[in-house]
């Protein structure tokens, strides 16, 4: 079943690079800590992405933005990537990071915890 999700192969290795990140750094840094090793990972693993980009937010079928926010990373022009460094995730965050995909018409995300002892992650598909 895992062979068939989208964007599978990179998703999987974004995560093998974030378990490697926290793996070395452990927990209890701030989230800026993580995104930089992250991208170190990331570039190693020779990953095309972008790192806190300002990402145009669309609403409906509006072809012009209504805004921005900075995304933490936009992987191979595919996957969102929402980095936390908190003790437990939230739905809130869950919430937050599925509303990200949908301002950036985007189908794929990642949400990574580096603050809890083991690194959590939380693959999120945008169903249109």
Do not use: W
Not at 21 to 30: A, Y
Not at 33 to 42: G, P, S, V, W
Not at 63 to 79: L, M, Q, S, Y
Not at 119 to 127: D, G, N, P, T, V
Request: net charge neutral; charged share 30%; hydrophobic share 45%.
């Amino acid at each position: 079943m895992e062979e068939n999700l989208k964007h599978g192969d990179l998703t999987r290795t974004i995560i093998g690079c974030a378990f490697e990140v926290h793996k070395f750094l452990g927990n209890g840094f701030q989230e800026v800590i993580y995104q930089r090793a992250l991208a170190y990972e990331f570039r190693k693993a020779g990953l095309d992405f972008a790192r806190e980009i300002e990402q145009e937010i669309f609403y409906k079928e509006l072809e012009e933005p209504i805004g921005t926010r900075r995304a933490d990373f936009v992987v191979e022009g595919k996957v969102l990537v929402e980095l936390k460094a908190l003790t437990k995730l939230e739905d809130v965050h869950m919430a937050q990071a599925l509303n990200y995909l949908k301002a950036y018409r985007l189908e794929i995300g990642l949400l990574l915890n580096f603050g809890s002892k083991s690194m959590e992650f939380k693959r999120l598909i945008l169903s249109r």
